[in-house]
T-cell receptor, first 112, second 111 residues
Framework: DAGVIQSPRHEVTEMGQEVTLRCKPISGHNSLFWYRQTMMRGLELLIYFNNNVPIDDSGMPEDRFSAKMPNASFSTLKIQPSEPRDSAVYFC??????????FGSGTQLSVL | DQQVKQNSPSLSVQEGRISILNCDYT??????FLWYKKYPAEGPTFLISISSIKDKNEDGRFTVFLNKSAKHLSLHIVPSQPGDSAVYFCAASAGGNQFYFGTGTSLTVIP
C-alpha cells in the first residue's frame, strides 16, 4: 500500500510568490491533516478535513493560507503571497476516523 | 498555548542503557496518547500508543507509562540502540480527530 504522498519534496521560492503544496492521502482514509513543523511549536496543526469537508482551520496562521480538498484523494495547501517566515517543513497526514495518523515525507519550504 | 509539552529538546544515552523521554499535558480531557518517531528528511511514524484506561503499554523494547493524576507520560526504550536515534514526538487527543503534538525530543544513542 502506498503511503501518504506529498509533492514537491522541496520548494524554494521568492517572497511574494504563490506556493502550492500537494497531498494524496492513503486510500480509504477519510481524514486529512496539514501540519507545519517549527522549532518553537513542534508539529502545529493548520487544518484538517473529514470526508473532504474542512472541520477546523483555526490553526491556519493568516488569510494568506488556504487549503482545499476537492475529492477524497487530493488536497492542496496554498500560500499567497509567501513570506520568509513561512519557511518550514509542511506535513500532510491521513487517518481513518479517530485512528492514528500516517504522515507523508513532508515538503521543505524555503521562502527567500 | 502548548497543550502538550516536551521540556527536554535533546537527550543522549549510551547504547544498551535505558532512554526515558518525558511528556506533560494540560488538558484533562485527553484520553488517547501516542508517540511518533521521526528520522531526518522523513515524516513522523507511529511508534506506540496508550489509552487513558491503562497506565502502561509495552511493545518490545518500547514501553509507555501514563500518570493521569500528574498529566504526565513517558516513553522508555530498553535497551537503547543507535538506530533509535531520532526525534520523538508525543501527541494527545481528546477523542476525536484532533491530535496535539509536543515540540519533540531529539534522542542520540551513542555506540
Amino acid at each position: 500500500d502506498a503511503g501518504v504522498i506529498q509533492s514537491p519534496r522541496h520548494e524554494v521560492t521568492e517572497m511574494g510568490q504563490e506556493v502550492t503544496l500537494r497531498c494524496k492521502p492513503i486510500s480509504g482514509h477519510n481524514s486529512l491533516f496539514w501540519y507545519r513543523q517549527t522549532m518553537m511549536r513542534g508539529l502545529e496543526l493548520l487544518i484538517y478535513f473529514n470526508n473532504n469537508v474542512p472541520i477546523d482551520d483555526s490553526g491556519m496562521p493568516e488569510d494568506r493560507f488556504s487549503a482545499k480538498m476537492p475529492n477524497a484523494s487530493f488536497s492542496t495547501l496554498k500560500i499567497q503571497p509567501s513570506e520568509p517566515r513561512d519557511s518550514a517543513v509542511y506535513f500532510c497526514a491521513s487517518s481513518r476516523q479517530n485512528e492514528k495518523l500516517f504522515f507523508g515525507s513532508g515538503t521543505q519550504l524555503s521562502v527567500l | 498555548d502548548q497543550q502538550v509539552k516536551q521540556n527536554s529538546p535533546s537527550l543522549s544515552v549510551q547504547e544498551g542503557r535505558i532512554s526515558i523521554l518525558n511528556c506533560d499535558y494540560t488538558n484533562s480531557m485527553f484520553d488517547y496518547f501516542l508517540w511518533y518517531k521521526k528520522y531526518p528528511a522523513e515524516g513522523p511514524t507511529f511508534l506506540i500508543s496508550i489509552s487513558s484506561i491503562k497506565d502502561k503499554n509495552e511493545d518490545g523494547r518500547f514501553t509507555v507509562f501514563l500518570n493521569k493524576s500528574a498529566k504526565h507520560l513517558s516513553l522508555h526504550i530498553v535497551p537503547s540502540q543507535p538506530g533509535d536515534s531520532a526525534v520523538y514526538f508525543c501527541a494527545a487527543s481528546a477523542g476525536g480527530n484532533q491530535f496535539y503534538f509536543g515540540t519533540g525530543t531529539s534522542l542520540t544513542v551513542i555506540p
